[in-house]
């Protein structure tokens, strides 16, 4: 029985959602391998342990690290880094979960290269088996699963935003501060600022419904229709495909796929989208998965769970007429 650690990510003082993915997935593993704790290690500027430390009990953490400083505000790969290495190193850690976020995916290699341990990147499922983690890792474009066991101590994982869904695992924390292993003043590297674009009201990779256009919508102008679909859920973002990317008709953010995001909601419109293996790459992991194409040969049909062969210019509108109906009960 050994402990897991995990990295809770915060933004401007905040638990981001993929912090309780991972704190779940952290909890089960261990619960399923016959106990252990779960400590999550948070950074941010001073009060941002206190500030989350409830939450992250809900999740199932027996304990939040925080490690707090004006410096910490922003990302700082060195210093977070350093520190998370140096507490794996000393704390006798069976495993040590990350989200597969952009910040996870650039903080997960340093702290393996630190260690010179084994790093399983984006998995969608992992559990502690014996000695070893056992890890499921979409590879080929998400065309095959490859399951990976990682021996050796500890042995790290990012997780994927969305393969778990977070679950309540009450717990009531202990709170424990820890100074930064290196000074974030001395980084080489320093975040000054984030920018939100400010039309983004939910992330790609955190929104429960994503409604994705592609070239099929013919013009910038007319992603309205999207806008307007997506608005009508209330809880969706708006994604694009890299065609429509490199049209410029939608910043490259909102691009998904093999060279863009990689996203996993509980369901996933696309509108006007072929169905590009590079496109299914980034989405195909996706709950719920609605087509919607004038063309019945289109490849998204063969992934979609529901396809709706016709106009988009008439579709869409009366879909999103519906949606408002009956979310309004009418
Ligand atoms: C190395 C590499 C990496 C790539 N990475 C990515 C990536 O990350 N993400 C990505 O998306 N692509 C990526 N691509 C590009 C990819 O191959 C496709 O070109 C792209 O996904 C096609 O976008 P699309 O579906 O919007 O356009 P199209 O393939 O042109 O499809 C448009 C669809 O709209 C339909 N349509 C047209 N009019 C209507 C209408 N009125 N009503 C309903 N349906 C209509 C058509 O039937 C068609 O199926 C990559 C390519 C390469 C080579």
């Not at 933004?11 to 909890?27: D, K, M, Q």
């Not at 977070?80 to 006798?92: H, I, N, P, Q």
């Not at 474009?141 to 994927?160: E, F, H």
Request: aromatic content about 4%; charged content about 20%; hydrophobic content about 45%.
């Amino acid at each position: 029985m050994a402990n897991v650690l995990v990295v809770a990510e915060t933004r401007g003082g905040e638990l981001r959602s993929v912090a309780l993915e991972v704190v779940t997935a952290a909890r089960k593993a261990a619960d399923a391998s016959g106990g252990g704790e779960v400590h999550a290690l948070v950074f941010g500027a001073p009060g941002t342990g206190a500030a989350v430390q409830d939450s992250l009990g809900r999740h199932g953490a027996d304990l939040v690290v925080a490690v707090e400083s004006a410096g910490l505000e922003h990302y700082d790969a060195e210093s977070l880094a350093a520190t998370t290495a140096e507490r794996l190193r000393s704390g006798g850690y069976r495993a040590g979960f990350f989200a597969a976020s952009a910040q996870g995916r650039d903080l997960a290699p340093r702290v393996a290269a630190a260690l010179g341990v084994s790093l399983a990147s984006d998995v969608t499922a992992l559990e502690l088996s014996g000695d070893a983690l056992v890890v499921q890792h979409p590879v080929y474009v998400g065309k095959a699963i490859a399951t990976l066991r990682l021996t050796g101590t500890p042995a790290l994982a990012s997780i994927r935003p969305g393969a778990v869904t977070a679950a309540e695992a009450a717990r009531t924390p202990r709170l424990e501060t820890a100074p930064p292993a290196s000074d974030p003043a001395s980084s080489r590297v320093r975040v000054r600022e984030m920018l939100a674009r400010g039309d983004a009201k939910l992330d790609l990779g955190e929104a429960p419904v994503i409604v994705a256009g592609g070239r099929g919508l013919r013009a910038a102008e007319n992603f309205r229709l999207v806008e307007e679909l997506a608005a009508a859920f209330g809880n969706a973002a708006v994604g694009a495909t890299r065609a429509v990317t490199d049209d410029g008709w939608r910043p490259a953010t909102d691009q998904i796929g093999q060279t863009g995001r990689m996203v996993n909601p509980n369901l996933y419109v696309a509108v006007g989208i072929s169905g590009a293996i590079q496109h299914l790459a980034g989405m195909r992991t996706s709950g719920t998965i609605v087509a919607i194409n004038r063309d019945k040969d289109a490849p998204i049909f063969k992934l979609a769970d529901y396809g709706i062969v016709g106009d988009l210019f008439e579709i869409v509108p009366r879909l999103t007429e519906e949606i408002r109906k009956a979310r309004s009960g009418g």
